[in-house]
C-alpha cells in the first residue's frame, strides 16, 4: 500500500502493542480512538491516537508535526538578528521567554553582556508574560474541564499585560522584545506606574481563579490523582517546568542557575506533592504570585544606564558552539547554537520544553479515563508551536 | 585514536570589538606587535582544556578515546564512538548526570565523519550541565540512549527524522515531526532550504507544490 | 354562550376543567399552558445566553433586538430554514420520531402542573406518579435518537445519557416520597399523590415541607434538587453532551428543526421538574411567609407584587433604553425597547388594578369574580415566579462549575444520593409516626 499517507491501520503502533506474535489482533474489548489533530481541547493541532480498552486508556501515541515550520532550517539561513522574529513564534503564548533565551544565548556566544538596566527591564517583561502564559493555560484547561467562566476571566486580565507589551514594543503577542545585546526599546514614559497598578489590580484577580476552582469539590475530583508522574519518572522523562516541580523536585533554572537578574531578587519556588493535575494547578497559581514578587522588587529598582551593549551591527561570534537555557512558563527552554564565525548560525537547536514535556503524557494517563486525557494534556501545557517547531 | 572536536576552520573574524568578559576565556593574544595606531585585535575565545576530578578519572579510564574541553565556561567530552553508551550511562549511574536535557546533531558536510552527536546532560545533585560529543560517519549508526534516560525516545526521533541517523536499539524509530513517507532529511546541510518532498505533497495534498 | 363553556365558570369552588369534565376549559387551558411553556423556552434561551454571558463579563446577543431580546425568534427562524440532514445509514422513521418521543414526554406532564387550586388542567390523583412516570419517558426519546443515527459516538452519548437519567431517577423519586410522606400528617391520615393535593397539604399544615421536619425536608429538597439536574443532563452533569469530550451527545446527527425540538423538550423538561421541586417542596403557589406574616395587610401587599415584578422589569428596561447611545443606529432599538417597556408597564398596570380591585371586593368577605381573578393570577405568578429562581439557578450552576467525569457522576447518584435519600426517607416515616 502507499507508505506515503497517513493511515493508522498500515502503520505498526508499535508503542500501542497493536500487534505482538501471541496476539495478532486486538483484543474484542479494546479500540482505538483518534483524537484530532482538529478538536477543541487539544491546544493545537495535535493528534492523540488512544487505545482504549471500555473507557480505560491502555497507551497513548501523539502524532505531532502538523505545526513544523522547519524554524531550525530557516535559522540556518538567516543572520543572527534576523532571526530574532522566528523565535517568537514558537511557543507564541510566552513569546517573550523564547526571546530572551534566545539573545542571552547569542550574547553568551558572543561574549557580551547585556547591561543592568536591560536585565532589569528583560526580568520585568518575561515575568509578565509568564503571569500572561499561565492565565491562558489557567483559563484553557478549567474550559477543557468543564468551567467556562475562568476563561473569560483570565483573559480579560491578561490583556493588562498584552497593554503594555503593546505599549512597550508594538506587539501584544510576538513582541520581538529584546535584541542581541540588550533591548532596543527604552521603557515608556510612565511604565513603571503601569506595571505597579497591574500588580495591584492583578493580585485579587489571581485570588479570584482560585476563589473559583482551589476549593471547589467538582474540581479536585476532576484534578486529584489524576495524571499522576513521579518525581522519578518526571526526570528520567526530561520533563521540566511545573510539572516536574509539582512532582516534588524543588528546581528552578531562575535559582540553580540563574541569568538575567534573578540572583538580585527573593523569590520562592512552589512544589507539590504528589505529581498530579491538582498539584500542577497550584504549583502554577503560586508561580504566578511569586512573578508578581519579582515584577514589584524589580520595577522598583531599575538602574539606570544603557539597555544596550556594545554589539557590532553585524553579529559574527566566533567559532564555538554554547548551550543555554531559561525557565521558560513551560519548562526549560534551550538554545544551542553552533556558530561557525559566519554572520548566519551554523546549527541553532532550540530545546522546546513542550515537546519533551508532551512525551511524559503517555506515561501519565495509562489506566485513566477518556475524560482525563483532555485534562492531562492541558494540564502538561503545551503549545503546538513549541512542541513542531 | 580520539578526534578533538575542532570547530571547523573560521574565516578570519572581522573588525569588530570584543568585550573582555567572563569566564572561561583564554588569555587574549595581543601579544602581537602593538603598533600604537591600530591594536591587534584579541584572538576570540577558544576551547581549553577543561580539569576536574570527574576527568581525571574518565581520562585515565577511557585514555586517547576521550577528551575534556571548556568553552566560554561550557564543559564538554568529545568522545569515540566507541564509548556510547558506556560513557553516557557511567555519567547517569556514577556521576549523577540523571537529566538528559537534549540529544541533537550537526552536520558537517566537508567532513570526513559528518555528524556530531551531542548530548547535553545535566545533574541535579551536582547543578552541572555536560556535554558530550561523537562523531559518526553519514550512514553509520549509533546505539540509542533510550534504555538509559526515558527522555531519548523523542529526542532521538527528532534526530533521525531531521538528520538520517540511525539509533540501535531505540523501540520506535520513526519520524515525528514529518509525515511518515517523506523522503529526505531536512538538516542535512545537502538539503536546500527550498527544498521539498514534492511526490508527498502531490499525493497527499493534491498541490502541486507547497512554494 | 354554549353551556360547555359557561358551566365551567359558573362553579363557585376551585376545581380544575378536568375533575369539572369540561373539556373546551381543559383544551384552553392546555392551548395557554402549551404556548405559556414555548413562550417560557424562547425566555429561558435568551435568558441563558445573556446571564452567561454576563457571569463571563461579556454582554452576549445586543443586536438581534434590542438587548438580544429578539435572538430566540432568530435562532428558532435560522434553525426551521437549515437543511435538514438525515444520515443515510439512519432509520428514517425512528430518526424522525425520536425528538418526538422527548417532547411529547416533556410537555404531557404539563397538564398535572399545579399553578393554583383550580389553574391546572386535571386533578389526577396520581399526580405525581403520572409527572415521573412520563417524564421518564424522555429517556426512551434519548436512546431512540442515538440509535437510529447509525453511529457509534451518538450512540454512546445516548446510553450514557439515559444511564445517568435512570440512575438519577432513582433518587428523586425516593425524594419525592419522602415529601408525600409529609402530605399523610392530617386529621384523616391519607396522603395524596395529587399535585394540588400535595400544595394543598402544605397548605393546610401552614409550612412548606422544605422546613418540616427541618432538616430532613431540606435535605430531601437538596437531593430532588441535584437530581433534577443529572435528571435534565444540565451542568455540572453534562459530560454527555459536552463539546469537548470525544462523544459528542446523542444529538449530533441532528441539525435544523429536529435539534431544535431536542433543546425545546430540554428546557421544558427543566421547566417541568423545577415544578415537581416547587410544588412538593416549596409550596407551590402559596405567597412566601404564610404564617409569619398573615392577615389581610399582607395578603394585599403580597398581591401587589405581581404588579410589582411587571413594574420592575418596565423600569430595567427603560433604564436600557436611557442608557442606550443617541446613535441614529440604535433608534430602532430604543424604539423598540421603549415599546417593548410599555407593554409591561401596562401589564403592570393591569396587574396592580386586579390586585385593588381584588382586594376590595375580599373586605366584603364574599369572593367576587374579581377577587377570584387576582387570587388565580396570584397562585400562578408565584408559581411562575418559583419556578423561575430555578431556572436562574440551573443557568448560574452552568457557569461556575466544571462537570463531573461520568463514572464520578454515576458514582454519586449511585453511591451517595441514594443512601442519603433512603435515610431521609426513612427517617421522614419515623418522625411522622412519632408527631402524629
Redesign the interface.
Known amino acids: 500500500m502507499?507508505?506515503?499517507?497517513?493511515d493508522v491501520s498500515n502503520?505498526a503502533l508499535?508503542?500501542l502493542d497493536l500487534e505482538t506474535p501471541e496476539k495478532p489482533y486486538l483484543d474484542s474489548n479494546e479500540l482505538i480512538i483518534n483524537m484530532g489533530p482538529q478538536h477543541p481541547a487539544t491546544h493545537g493541532v495535535l493528534r492523540v491516537i488512544l487505545k482504549l480498552d471500555g473507557e480505560k486508556v491502555l497507551g497513548t501515541e501523539c502524532v505531532?508535526?502538523y505545526l513544523?515550520r522547519?524554524v531550525?532550517?530557516?535559522a540556518?539561513?538567516r543572520t543572527y538578528t534576523m532571526f530574532n522574529p522566528y523565535v517568537d513564534r514558537m511557543d507564541y503564548v510566552a513569546a517573550v521567554s523564547n526571546g530572551l533565551g534566545y539573545c542571552e544565548a547569542v550574547e553568551?556566544?558572543?561574549?557580551?553582556?547585556a547591561p543592568a538596566r536591560a536585565k532589569y527591564i528583560r526580568v520585568i517583561l518575561t515575568e509578565l508574560n509568564r503571569i500572561a502564559s499561565h492565565q491562558l493555560w489557567l483559563g484553557t484547561h478549567a474550559l477543557d474541564i468543564g468551567a467556562m467562566t475562568p476563561l473569560f476571566y483570565t483573559f480579560r486580565d491578561r490583556e493588562e499585560i498584552l497593554k503594555i507589551f503593546e505599549k512597550y514594543c508594538g506587539a501584544r503577542l510576538t513582541t520581538h522584545a529584546f535584541r542581541i545585546g540588550g533591548c532596543q526599546y527604552e521603557t515608556y514614559a510612565g511604565f513603571e506606574k503601569e506595571v505597579k497598578n497591574f500588580l495591584t489590580f492583578v493580585a485579587p484577580k489571581i485570588d479570584e481563579y482560585e476563589e473559583l476552582l482551589t476549593t471547589n469539590r467538582i474540581w479536585i475530583e476532576r484534578t486529584k490523582n489524576v495524571g499522576v508522574i513521579s518525581a522519578l519518572?518526571a526526570?528520567?522523562?526530561?520533563?521540566t517546568g511545573p510539572v516536574l516541580r509539582a512532582s516534588g523536585?524543588k528546581?528552578d533554572l531562575r535559582k540553580?542557575?540563574p541569568y538575567a537578574a534573578y540572583s538580585e531578587f527573593d523569590f520562592d519556588i512552589p512544589t507539590g506533592t504528589n505529581g498530579d493535575t491538582y498539584d500542577r494547578y497550584l504549583v502554577r497559581m503560586a508561580e504566578m504570585r511569586q512573578s508578581l514578587r519579582i515584577i514589584e522588587q524589580a520595577v522598583n529598582r531599575i538602574p539606570e544606564g544603557p539597555i544596550m551593549?556594545?554589539v557590532?551591527k553585524?553579529i559574527?561570534p566566533?567559532?564555538?558552539?554554547?548551550?543555554h537555557?531559561i525557565e521558560a512558563p513551560k519548562g526549560?527552554l534551550?538554545y544551542?547554537i553552533?556558530s561557525?564565525?559566519?554572520t548566519q548560525p551554523?546549527?541553532l537547536?532550540v530545546?522546546p520544553p513542550s515537546?519533551?514535556n508532551?512525551?511524559a503524557l503517555d506515561t501519565m494517563v495509562r489506566g485513566l479515563l477518556v475524560a482525563d486525557v483532555v485534562a492531562v494534556i492541558g494540564t502538561i501545557d503545551i503549545v503546538l508551536g513549541e512542541v513542531?517547531? | 585514536m580520539a578526534e578533538e572536536a575542532k570547530?571547523?576552520v573560521?574565516?578570519p573574524?572581522?573588525e569588530?570589538?570584543?568585550?573582555p568578559?567572563?569566564e572561561g576565556?583564554a588569555a587574549p593574544a595581543s601579544a602581537e606587535a602593538a603598533k600604537p595606531a591600530a591594536p591587534a585585535k584579541p584572538a576570540?575565545?577558544v576551547?581549553v582544556p577543561w580539569t576536574s576530578p570527574l576527568v581525571e578519572k574518565y581520562k585515565g579510564q577511557y585514555g586517547s578515546g576521550l577528551d575534556a574541553q571548556t568553552?566560554?565556561g561550557?564543559n564538554y567530552f568529545a568522545v569515540d564512538r566507541s564509548l556510547i553508551p558506556d560513557i553516557l550511562r557511567l555519567l547517569r549511574d556514577e556521576e549523577q548526570f540523571?537529566?538528559?536535557?537534549?540529544i541533537?546533531a550537526?552536520?558537517y558536510l566537508q567532513r570526513e565523519k559528518q555528524f556530531d552527536v551531542?548530548w547535553?546532560l545535566y545533574s541535579?545533585p551536582r547543578?552541572e550541565?555536560v556535554?558530550v560529543k561523537t562523531q559518526i560517519a553519514d550512514g553509520a549508526s549509533i546505539p540509542s540512549s533510550v534504555s538509559i534516560?526515558?527522555?531519548a525516545?523523542?529526542?532521538e526521533r527528532?534526530v533521525y527524522d531531521?538528520f538520517g541517523i540511525q539509533f540501535d536499539g531505540h523501540?520506535?524509530l520513526?519520524?515525528?515531526?514529518?509525515?511518515?513517507?517523506?523522503k529526505g532529511h531536512?538538516?542535512r546541510k545537502d538539503?536546500g532550504?527550498l527544498q521539498q518532498d514534492n511526490?508527498?505533497v502531490q499525493?497527499?495534498l493534491g498541490i502541486e507544490s507547497g512554494q | 354562550m354554549p353551556n360547555f363553556i359557561m358551566s365551567y365558570l359558573g362553579i363557585q369552588d376551585a376545581i380544575t376543567p378536568g375533575a369539572a369534565g369540561s373539556q373546551f376549559w381543559a383544551l384552553v387551558y392546555v392551548f395557554i399552558i402549551f404556548a405559556g411553556v414555548s413562550v417560557a423556552v424562547m425566555a429561558m434561551n435568551w435568558l441563558e445566553r445573556k446571564a452567561l454571558a454576563h457571569f463571563q463579563i461579556r454582554l452576549g446577543p445586543m443586536r438581534v433586538g434590542p438587548h438580544g431580546l429578539l435572538q430566540p425568534i432568530a435562532d428558532a427562524i435560522k434553525l426551521m430554514l437549515k437543511e435538514d440532514i438525515i444520515p443515510a445509514e439512519a432509520d428514517q422513521f425512528v430518526f424522525w420520531v425520536a425528538p418526538l418521543i422527548g417532547l411529547l414526554a416533556s410537555f404531557t406532564v404539563y397538564t398535572v402542573i399545579p399553578f393554583g387550586p383550580s389553574q391546572a388542567v386535571s386533578d389526577m390523583n396520581i399526580g405525581i406518579l403520572f409527572m415521573l412516570g412520563v417524564s421518564s419517558l424522555g429517556v426512551l426519546g434519548i436512546v431512540v435518537a442515538g440509535w437510529a443515527s447509525n453511529s457509534h459516538y451518538p450512540l454512546i452519548g445516548a446510553l450514557r445519557s439515559s444511564a445517568q437519567m435512570v440512575s438519577y431517577e432513582v433518587a428523586m423519586g425516593l425524594a419525592v416520597v419522602s415529601a408525600i410522606l409529609m402530605t399523610s400528617l392530617n386529621a384523616t391520615g391519607t396522603g395524596t399523590l395529587s399535585m394540588i393535593g400535595i400544595v394543598q397539604a402544605q397548605q393546610q399544615q401552614g409550612v412548606w415541607f422544605i422546613f418540616k421536619f427541618f432538616p430532613l425536608g431540606l435535605i430531601a429538597f437538596g437531593i430532588f434538587a441535584i437530581a433534577m439536574i443529572a435528571e435534565t443532563n444540565r451542568a455540572p452533569f453534562d459530560m454527555a453532551e459536552a463539546e469537548s469530550e470525544l462523544t459528542a451527545g446523542y444529538h449530533t446527527e441532528y441539525s435544523g428543526l429536529r435539534w431544535s425540538l431536542f433543546m425545546l423538550a430540554e428546557y421544558a423538561a427543566m421547566i417541568a421538574v423545577s415544578s415537581i421541586a416547587v410544588a412538593l417542596w416549596l409550596g407551590g403557589w402559596m405567597r412566601p411567609f404564610p404564617n409569619l406574616l398573615q392577615g389581610p395587610a399582607w395578603d394585599f401587599i403580597f398581591s401587589l407584587f405581581p404588579g410589582l415584578t411587571f413594574l420592575g422589569l418596565a423600569a430595567i428596561a427603560m433604564v436600557g433604553v436611557v442608557r442606550m447611545p443617541s446613535h441614529s443606529f440604535f433608534k430602532i432599538q430604543r424604539i423598540g425597547l421603549a415599546g417593548f417597556a410599555a407593554v409591561l408597564g401596562f401589564i403592570a398596570l393591569l396587574l396592580l388594578i386586579i390586585a385593588v380591585a381584588g382586594r376590595s371586593a375580599d373586605a366584603s368577605g364574599a369572593m367576587s369574580p374579581a377577587a377570584r381573578f387576582r387570587e388565580g393570577i396570584d397562585y400562578v405568578y408565584w408559581f411562575v415566579f418559583k419556578v423561575a429562581v430555578f431556572m436562574y439557578l440551573f443557568i448560574w450552576y452552568r457557569a461556575t462549575w466544571p462537570r463531573y467525569r461520568f463514572d464520578q457522576l454515576m458514582k454519586i447518584g449511585w453511591k451517595v444520593m441514594l443512601p442519603i435519600s433512603l435515610v431521609v426517607l426513612i427517617a421522614t416515616a419515623i418522625v411522622g409516626v412519632l408527631v402524629s
Open positions: 502507499n507508505d506515503s499517507t497517513h502503520r508499535s508503542n505531532i508535526g513544523h522547519g531550525e532550517k530557516i540556518e539561513n553568551k556566544l558572543m561574549n557580551v553582556e519518572d526526570i528520567a522523562l526530561g520533563v523536585v528546581w540553580a542557575q551593549a556594545k557590532p553585524i559574527k566566533p567559532v564555538g558552539e554554547i548551550y537555557s526549560e534551550g544551542f553552533v561557525d564565525g559566519s551554523y546549527r537547536r530545546r515537546f519533551v508532551l512525551q513542531d517547531r | 570547530p571547523p573560521p574565516p573574524p572581522p569588530s570589538e570584543k568585550k568578559a567572563a576565556r576570540g575565545p576551547p568553552y566560554l561550557q540523571d537529566y538528559c536535557v537534549d541533537t550537526v552536520h551531542v547535553i541535579f547543578n550541565r556535554r534516560w526515558a527522555t525516545n523523542w529526542l527528532e531531521m523501540p520506535d520513526k519520524r515525528i515531526l514529518l509525515p511518515d513517507g517523506w531536512p538538516l538539503y532550504i511526490e508527498w499525493i497527499n
